[in-house]
């Protein structure tokens, strides 16, 4: 999948940009705060219909206007080229996502179809920060290749919110309603425990393949699913904890609540790991995300790696290099400060290369590439 020519209005800090981009390495060099990430950004909500990093649209509206507006139009081999854009104003209750020119009726229905894969220092979060980061990873990674994967996570989801806020009454909450939810969560939830399983046990040796070419000094990683349902019947547990849940006023038992472990030398990541360690331990999840992904989906994935090179030593910016300049990888699309920097890059690569300036929103392309 090639990301041919891409404009954004009034995204984020920049007003209005129109590029066009090389099939293989683009490169946006800028001070930090400039727009670098948010042109990623761009490019990352045309494949999952929002942004990496803000929860809400109503941020990712430029200071004093109205609205926001990105377009990409992508190729694939002998296929049409596709048109996809997106559009919100701060008055509209949803946003408008076209694929050529037709509105989608479910913002799912668009999940999947450009694989993309976003290696940043955020990622680090899924490391530091709760559970919740590293389901949002498994999740990510499975809708993309399974649409019945995010359809039950989008059913489950809903339920949960229904029945936590019954919980949340005051009054007396009906079982026969809970019997209802319980129904649904117990189903929706049992596939979402199957799939998150399966895609791990794929899954992990790849990534130990990655992280071995990117280290190979004999450092072990590894990752475990933790999830309560391994250790009970998922209906019958939820009817046991409902005395509990009505005092708690949330459901505390489900698919909800699980975790993924990561290792690396059998010692967990969070507290053994120096920053170089926790880093490249990232950058070698995401690196086996885009294999992963080019296998499921039979099309290579977009790859954007945003400053991904600051505190890694030189031997290991060299085998990431060495790595994304293989074949195997289409797309690149790195964000950096250091314009030299930039430029021993493409040397190295020997990729055919783009390099874009970017200095408070404003995006210029350099006339005399490398």
């Not at 990409?72 to 020119?101: D, M, T, V, W």
């Not at 499975?142 to 009454?169: C, F, G, H």
């Not at 071995?212 to 450092?219: A, D, I, N, Y």
């Amino acid at each position: 999948m090639i990301l041919d020519k891409f404009s954004l209005v009034n995204f984020k800090n920049i007003a209005d940009v129109s590029l066009t981009f090389s099939p293989k390495l683009n490169c946006f060099v800028g001070q930090n705060g400039a727009g670098k990430t948010n042109l990623l950004d761009a490019i990352y909500y045309l494949s999952f219909c929002k942004s990496a990093f803000q929860m809400q649209d109503t941020y990712n509206v430029r200071h004093g206007e109205q609205f926001f507006m990105v377009q990409g139009r992508y190729a694939e081999g002998e296929l049409p080229e596709e048109e996809i854009s997106c559009g919100f104003h701060l008055g509209q209750r949803r946003k408008s996502f076209r694929r050529n020119g037709k509105e989608y009726a479910r913002l799912s229905e668009h999940i999947g179809r450009i694989p993309l894969v976003l290696v940043s220092p955020r990622d680090t979060d899924m490391i530091s920060g709760p559970a919740e980061e590293r389901r949002r990873f498994m999740n990510m990674v499975i809708s993309q290749y399974d649409p019945t994967y995010l359809q039950e996570l989008v059913r489950y989801q809903k339920t949960l919110k229904q029945r936590n806020a019954l919980l949340k009454m005051e009054t007396d909450v009906d079982d026969d309603f809970l019997d209802t939810y319980d129904a649904v969560l117990t189903d929706a939830g049992q596939k979402i425990f199957s799939q998150r399983q399966r895609f791990l046990e794929e899954f992990v040796p790849m990534f130990r393949q990655v992280y071995l070419s990117l280290v190979p000094e004999g450092e072990d990683v590894g990752l475990k699913y933790h999830s309560q349902v391994t250790e009970a019947d998922f209906m019958e547990t939820l009817q046991k904890m409902r005395t509990r849940d009505k005092i708690l006023g949330y459901t505390s038992w489900g698919v909800h609540r699980d975790d993924m472990e990561m290792t690396q030398n059998g010692y967990d990541v969070r507290r053994e790991g120096s920053q170089g360690q926790t880093k490249t331990y990232m950058i070698a999840l995401k690196l086996a995300q885009f294999h992963f992904m080019g296998n499921k989906k039979r099309s290579i994935p977009l790859l954007l790696l945003d400053d991904i090179f600051d505190k890694l030593d030189a031997s290991r910016v060299e085998r990431i290099l060495q790595l994304v300049s293989q074949n195997a990888f289409g797309q690149i699309f790195i964000t950096d400060t250091d314009r030299n920097y930039i430029s021993e890059i493409i040397a190295r690569t020997g990729m055919d290369a783009k390099v874009f300036d970017v200095e408070n929103g404003n995006v210029s392309e350099e006339k005399e590439q490398l």
